[in-house]
C-alpha cells in the first residue's frame, strides 16, 4: 500500500515561486506514473503533470506548461513539482497520485490514480 505526504505549499505573491514535495513509501507496480494534482473551491480536481516513473517521461496541463515542473529523485524516494510564474488561477490544494495505470503514455485524469496523499495549499495572491 503506497503512502504519499505532501509538503512545501503556502502563500506566495504572483509571479512567485514554489516547490511541493510528495515523500513516496516505496516504489512499486503502483507508482507506474506519478502525478500532480489540483482542486479548488467549486471546482473538480484536476490534472496537473505526470511523470511515468520507468523513464522519467513527463506531461503537463496546457494551463501550466513552460511554468510547472514535474520530477523525481527515485533515490529519496521523492517527487516534486517546481512552480514558477504563479498566477492567483494556480490557488488550489495540491495532491500527490500514484496510478498503476499502465497505457499510453500520457497526462492522467484522477480516476486513473489508485492511491493519494492529504494535500498541501497553495495561495496565490
Known amino acids: 500500500h503506497v503512502q504519499l505526504v505532501e509538503s512545501g505549499g503556502g502563500s506566495v505573491q504572483t509571479g512567485g515561486s514554489l516547490r511541493l514535495s510528495c515523500a513516496v513509501s516505496?516504489?512499486?507496480?503502483?507508482?507506474?506514473?506519478m502525478g500532480w494534482f489540483r482542486q479548488a473551491p467549486g471546482k473538480e480536481r484536476e490534472g496537473v503533470a505526470t511523470?511515468?516513473?520507468?523513464?522519467?517521461?513527463?506531461y503537463y496541463a496546457d494551463s501550466v506548461k513552460g511554468r510547472f515542473t514535474i520530477s523525481q529523485d527515485i533515490a529519496k524516494n521523492t517527487m516534486y513539482l517546481q512552480m514558477n510564474s504563479l498566477k492567483f488561477e494556480d490557488t488550489a490544494m495540491y495532491y500527490c497520485?500514484?496510478?498503476?495505470?499502465?497505457?499510453?503514455?500520457?497526462?492522467?485524469?484522477?480516476?486513473?490514480?489508485?492511491?493519494w496523499g492529504q494535500g498541501t495549499q497553495v495561495t496565490v495572491s
Open positions: 497520485a500514484a496510478s498503476k495505470y499502465a497505457g499510453r503514455r500520457r497526462l492522467l485524469g484522477p480516476y486513473e490514480c489508485n492511491y
Open positions: 516505496e516504489y512499486t507496480y503502483s507508482t507506474n506514473y
Open positions: 511523470i511515468y516513473t520507468g523513464a522519467g517521461s513527463t
